[in-house]
């Protein structure tokens, strides 16, 4: 998982990486960089990873990209930082076919308008091989490579005087986009996957959403609470999904805590089953947890 790690009160937030055996013991602990933060990570052909997340370079006033190549133990080979005078963000990442690797994410510096999304490509060795944004105020926080070579987008978007909304793009091979969808109601969608009828599963914030090959809802299902959130979603080998999130809970606290009307949010991992046709429940965990750091599957 990746990570922003804040235990050193000297230091700036540094990107955080953690290694686990099956049984979630931990394995290796990676911290890199300074004023550095992590955002997604995934294992890498050769038994390596890559992380993608942001950093504030010495030499420039925004925030970049930053995209880090680390070995089996989590040692860092290398790092790449994209971006410019402004903010650009890194949320997504995985190994392409190729070898190198797609990047999702949002920039300021070479936006059209506010902030746009931008999909980075590079090869093996995190040299840019091209880049595309798309928007009016859009923001990439998920990419896919699907079975035809293209990707997949999942994200958050609006337009002029709108709400934000649900955002779901296909692209070619060489980033072109196809289509581009923004769902009315779906605040954002976290995470998507390509699934075995060449459709998409999508995670929202509260919601799960099926949509075919074209973009198109099929179904929604809405679960939780307005406070919850679905981080990533994964069709499993019966049919079915498994979403992974975070509950959002309120405990009373004692009389007299900083907290207004003496609440406090708990917040809890949260895990939901859904079959494969209605998207009905078939269980839900809720988990207990308590942490000084921020991490991200």
């Known amino acids: 998982m990746a990570g922003v790690d804040r235990s050193d009160s000297l230091l700036a937030e540094r990107l955080l990486v953690i290694k686990t055996d099956g049984d979630g013991q931990e394995q290796w602990i ?17 038994n390596g990873y890559i992380a993608v997340g942001w950093a504030l370079p010495d030499d420039t006033e925004g925030i970049n990209v930053l995209l880090v ?14 971006g410019g005078p402004k903010n650009d963000l890194g949320y997504g990442v995985r190994q392409s076919d190729d070898g190198g690797y797609i990047v999702v994410g949002t920039t300021r510096s070479y936006a059209a308008g506010r902030a746009d999304a931008w999909l980075i490509k590079t090869d093996a060795h995190g040299n840019e091989e091209w880049s595309k944004t798309f928007g009016g105020e859009y923001a990439g926080y998920a990419v896919e490579q699907m079975a035809d070579g293209g990707y997949v987008v999942a994200g958050r978007g609006k337009s002029e005087f709108e ?17 581009s969808k923004a ?52 069709q499993t080998l019966d ?3 498994i979403v992974a999130g975070q509950a959002n809970a309120f405990v009373q606290m004692p009389k007299g805590h900083l907290f207004q009307c003496g609440k406090a949010p708990s917040k809890n991992a949260l895990i939901v089953k859904l079959d494969a046709r209605r998207a009905r429940g078939i269980g839900t965990r809720s988990l207990a947890v308590q942490a000084t750091d921020q991490h991200y599957p």
């Open 30 to 46: 990676t911290k890199l960089g300074i004023a550095s933060y992590g955002r997604d990570v995934q294992e890498t052909a050769g």
């Open 69 to 82: 190549k680390m070995d089996s133990e989590g040692n860092e080979k290398w790092s790449k930082t994209f």
């Open 163 to 179: 709400t934000a909304k649900g955002w779901l793009m296909r692209t070619c091979p060489n980033g072109e986009a196809i289509w």
């Open 183 to 234: 769902f009315d109601g779906l605040y954002t969608a976290n995470c998507v996957q390509e699934t075995t009828d060449g459709g998409f599963i999508v995670s929202g914030k509260d919601s799960v959403l099926k949509a075919d090959s074209n973009g198109e809802e099929l179904w929604r299902k809405d679960f939780g609470s307005p406070a919850d959130w679905a981080y990533c979603i994964q």
């Open 239 to 241: 049919g079915g999904y």
